[in-house]
């Protein structure tokens, strides 16, 4: 018995043969494509040669005449527009702009006129009644407002007229007869008509610390002092005047006055000793004296 060993080859794969009929008909087909494209080019060559040149018209001509700068330099290209400007309408940039005075026939309106309504408390109906020809008198002359008092609705009316010189005076009027119904001195509410900056501020003591009985009472103690003695020296060393009405704290000056009084009012009802309030306005008030110098 003969036993044949077979050795596999290590050489790479026979590659398959290739049709030669269909080689030899694709390669007559791409020789077709090429001569029909180029039959296609050479025809478009010869219809541009033979197509004429192209001429603008007349208004576009005159259009594009009309575009070009006058003095013929286009050299800058698509990017430069050249405009004319007089420069002698435009405003110089250093200047501010002049404007003529309002005249005073124009800062009076036209309209009807403004009144306003301001309550009376009970308390303060008789004060009114005799201090009555101190506010009547500020009223008419420095403002030229309108002035009655309403005895039945318990207030006092005020409006405008044609002898109201500025648009603030209804507002002037109205904040100087309130100060006076929350218990101000007609002397100290006058300033409210003499100077722009004087303001009025009001708020309660339950707005600073919720108290009750003899706390509150003795809040107010510490704020009015003996004789009003504390109430006193915080008014001198702010420079503004102090209303205490029951629960309620009125203060009358600047702004800035208004803060320092406030501030120690606030002292006082949180429980801070008077002593140690007299020191802090001490420092204040020579703040004050250093700043007006």
Not at 68 to 93: A, F, H, K, R, Y
Not at 135 to 164: D, H, W, Y
Not at 222 to 232: E, P, V
């Amino acid at each position: 018995m003969v036993v044949v060993h077979t050795q596999p080859s290590t050489s790479a794969p026979a590659a398959p043969k290739k049709n030669r009929r269909s080689m030899k008909k694709k390669t007559d087909s791409t020789k077709d494509s090429s001569n029909d494209l180029n039959d296609v080019q050479d025809g478009q060559d010869a219809d541009m040669e033979e197509s004429e040149p192209y001429e603008p018209s007349e208004a576009v001509q005159k259009a594009a005449d009309a575009a070009i700068v006058e003095n013929g330099n286009v050299e800058g290209g698509e990017d430069d527009v050249m405009i004319d400007i007089d420069t002698d309408t435009l405003p110089s940039q250093n200047a501010a702009p002049a404007f003529p005075p309002l005249p005073a026939s124009a800062q009076r309106t036209n309209l009807k006129s403004e009144t306003r309504r301001i309550p009376i408390p009970p308390h303060r109906m008789t004060p009114l009644k005799k201090e009555w020809v101190n506010i009547f008198g500020p009223l008419t002359e420095m403002l030229g407002l309108q002035v009655r008092m309403n005895v039945q609705r318990r207030c006092v009316e005020i409006r405008t007229s044609k002898a109201t010189k500025e648009v603030g005076s209804l507002q002037k009027g109205a904040d100087f007869v309130k100060s006076f119904a929350l218990g101000f001195d007609v002397n100290d509410a006058i300033a409210l008509l003499r100077l722009d900056d004087l303001y009025l501020d009001s708020f309660e003591i339950k707005d600073v610390k919720t108290l009750h009985g003899d706390h509150l009472s003795r809040a107010i103690g510490r704020i009015a002092g003996q004789d009003g003695k504390t109430k006193f020296t915080i008014e001198n060393a702010s420079r503004t005047r102090i209303v205490l009405a029951d629960t309620k704290i009125h203060i009358l000056g600047s702004f800035q006055n208004i803060k320092i009084a406030r501030d120690a009012i606030v002292s006082l009802i949180l429980g801070s000793p008077p002593g140690k309030v007299y020191a802090g306005l001490r420092t204040v008030s020579a703040r004050m004296k250093q700043r007006a110098l």
